[in-house]
């Protein structure tokens, strides 16, 4: 199974915004690997997303990934979540504001996360709904 690492800073990526320490002016100057965003990995041989950090639209642009068909959240602390508008960015045509079929994204949810995933919200209620609604994703509770 070949298996791609997009991120692996943990919940501060490196380097830190304005941050001047050497650390993080050496990974400012030498790029990846010393630079790191945030945890999350993909799955080539199944298309699975784990997590998605703020940074994710960006990892994946840098990656040879192609197709998304699975996202699983491992938890929903803000360091793996903050990026899942990442389906929206996938899965919307803007030319006429709808999904488009083809790129529907199946969120594997742990059945731990179900009660709680819609306390991700925006000021139009919980995040999930929404991207349902629109048909960004459909969950399959594992």
């Known amino acids: 199974m070949e298996c791609t690492i997009l ?3 943990g919940c501060t990526i490196i380097p830190k915004p ?3 320490c050497h ?4 990974a400012r100057k030498k790029s990846i690997p010393y630079s790191r965003g945030g945890p999350s990995a993909f799955l080539h041989d199944i298309n699975l ?12 642009n840098r ?3 192609h197709q998304l068909d699975y ?3 491992t938890h929903l602390d803000p360091d793996h979540t903050e990026g899942f508008r990442v389906v929206e960015q996938i899965a919307l045509d ?3 504001w709808e999904a488009y079929p083809e790129k529907q ?27 349902q609604d629109s048909s960004f994703v459909k969950i399959q509770t594992i």
Request: glycine residues 8%; proline residues 5%.
């Open 105 to 131: 994204i199946c969120l594997l949810l742990p059945e731990q996360l179900k009660d709680r995933i819609g306390d991700i919200r925006s000021q139009y209620g919980p995040v999930i709904d929404f991207y």
């Open 63 to 65: 990656s040879d990934i």
């Open 7 to 9: 991120g692996s800073g």
């Open 23 to 26: 650390i993080c002016v050496e």
């Open 49 to 60: 997303l784990i997590d998605t950090p703020a940074e994710i639209a960006g990892q994946l």
């Open 18 to 20: 304005l941050c001047q």
């Open 94 to 96: 803007f030319r006429s």
């Open 71 to 73: 996202v699983i959240l």
